[in-house]
């Protein structure tokens, strides 16, 4: 008697979870107005530098300039020429102090979280309780026993009394310690069996596996930085930063209101420079940089 196959049980392919399309246009029409409303300093800002001064006193002040002038610019330029100090020198005070800040900030919080992260110590989970209390301090809370320490160092007046205490934010330690917990264990272990230091693990298996947050900190990490004014430390002209300078044009009053958005636009090309750069850099790294155990 002849066994009879006993048929196998078909399953049926999951279906695509589809989106209805009124669904769509709702999360279309959802996006275009949440733009719209993250766009709109951005635009105002570089409609206000094309306002002739005239049209600062109209109310409701328009969004767009009905006659736009280039003439901001040039009043811009003419009163950066009759400064003590040249504009070139604003921007490589901003620059120099910037740029130092951004890249020993990556440095010094990678090095912070490695430990904290992929080590075991005595006090380990203190520290990290210390991290996470540290990032409720807004600076204005800080600024008093900031500047207390800064005059005892003697540091006032000073462009390291800018730039170090760029350094001391617990952020970028947080961010990294996170991401680094999920490294596995056992890329770092090999690294050791082949004869790698601790130093040299950081360096070689450590860093470049943790680009997406080095970008993200450094976007942060120079916005921040950049738009610092200095003005409570730094009393010489000749290391005042730009937007230092910047402010002392734009505080002439309504007169000026054209022209303090002209220098706004001017500060915010580097940190929108740096953030194209480095979001391209982010999402490259996060595609193609994943590990698995």
């Not at 049209?55 to 002038?69: A, C, D, G, S, V």
């Not at 462009?159 to 996170?178: E, H, I, K, R």
């Amino acid at each position: 008697m002849a066994l009879k196959r006993k048929k196998q049980p078909v399953f049926a392919s999951p279906k695509k979870q589809q989106r209805s399309i009124g669904g769509t246009i709702m999360l279309a029409l959802l996006l275009i107005l949440m733009g719209t409303f993250m766009a709109f300093p951005l635009v105002y800002a570089i409609s206000s530098a094309f306002k002739p001064p005239e049209e600062f006193f109209l109310f409701p002040p328009p969004i767009f300039p009905n006659n736009p002038t280039g003439e901001n610019f040039t009043q811009l330029g003419m009163v950066i020429s009759n400064m003590w100090i040249s504009f070139e020198r604003y921007l490589f005070n901003s620059l120099l102090i910037s740029v130092s800040s951004t890249l020993l900030y990556l440095v010094i919080a990678t090095l912070a979280a490695y430990p904290l992260a992929k080590h075991t110590f005595p006090g380990k989970n203190g520290m990290n309780e210390m991290i996470t209390l540290a990032l409720m301090f807004t600076p204005a809370i800080t600024a008093i026993p900031q500047y207390i320490i800064l005059a005892y160092l003697g540091l006032v007046n000073n462009p390291l009394g800018v730039l170090l205490p760029t350094l001391a934010s617990t952020m970028g330690v947080f961010l990294c310690v996170q991401y680094m917990e999920i490294l596995p264990n056992a890329v770092l272990e090999s690294g050791r069996m082949d004869g790698a230091g601790e130093f040299r693990i950081w360096r070689s298996i450590v860093v470049p596996n943790i680009k997406p947050v080095l970008f993200t900190m450094m976007i942060f990490q120079f916005q921040a930085v950049w738009n610092t004014n200095g003005a409570g430390i730094i009393y010489n002209e000749a290391w005042k930063t730009l937007p230092a300078a910047m402010s002392q044009v734009a505080t002439a009053g309504i007169a000026r209101a054209g022209v303090g958005s002209a220098a706004a636009i001017i500060l915010m090309i580097p940190p929108i420079a740096v953030f194209i750069i480095s979001q391209s850099n982010v999402m490259e790294t996060m595609a193609h940089s994943g590990i698995k155990d």
